[in-house]
């Protein structure tokens, strides 16, 4: 190799390096604009029953206000937190874990487990249509990322080496879950 070559294959690695960390935020940005107004059926764990409410859209201008930049960062640009970092990794209280974006009730500590992965992980989510998955072929794979049904938020990726019943693994961010502590 030359030292052309050589300096090529470097911009190239750094290149790919840089995205790699940024999550290809810039050929990652979904067009959230597309999510159409309305009314959502989600399941309450608080209230133990399936309730009507609104999908919540904004703005990224009106995110970006709203969130700090690190759960913008997951959120909205679908980044991922470093493992072994997050909040809520080690959280063995009661509860219900929601949407850092919007509230909706997304798992419950029941269905938690320790994957070892450095993600707070879970068999399932409270409902099914409480979390919604996508295609998402960043890093040069195919993968089921994890959406908020209520406000398209990035929550993680779906896996199918989880334990039973379901044998899936989801695998979330704890920075786009607030916990919610139930009495029941």
């Known amino acids: ?3 052309r070559q050589v300096l090529q294959l470097m911009f190239a690695q750094a290149g790919f390096l840089w995205m790699a960390s940024n999550g290809f935020a810039a050929n990652k940005q979904k067009d959230h604009a597309m999510m159409t107004p309305g009314k959502i059926r989600v399941y309450s764990a608080e209230q133990g029953d399936y309730i009507l409410t609104d999908k919540v859209m904004r703005s990224e ?23 072994f970092t997050g909040d809520l990794l080690k959280n063995k209280e009661h509860g219900v874990y929601r949407c850092a974006a919007c509230g909706n009730d997304l798992y419950h500590s029941k269905h938690k487990f320790d994957s070892g992965t450095g993600w707070p992980s879970y068999y399932q989510p409270v409902a099914e249509e409480n979390v919604s998955t996508r295609e998402d072929r960043s890093f040069f794979t195919i993968r089921n990322e994890l959406i908020c049904s209520r406000c398209e938020s990035h929550l ?15 695998c979330i961010n704890s920075i786009s879950l607030d916990f919610h502590k139930l009495d029941k």
């Open 1 to 3: 190799m030359n030292r």
């Open 61 to 83: 201008a009106e995110w970006q206000k709203l969130l700090t930049s690190e759960q913008y960062h997951v959120l909205r640009e679908e980044g991922t937190e470093r493992a």
């Open 156 to 170: 993680g990726h779906v896996f199918d080496d989880g334990p039973p019943p379901t044998g899936k693994r989801h």
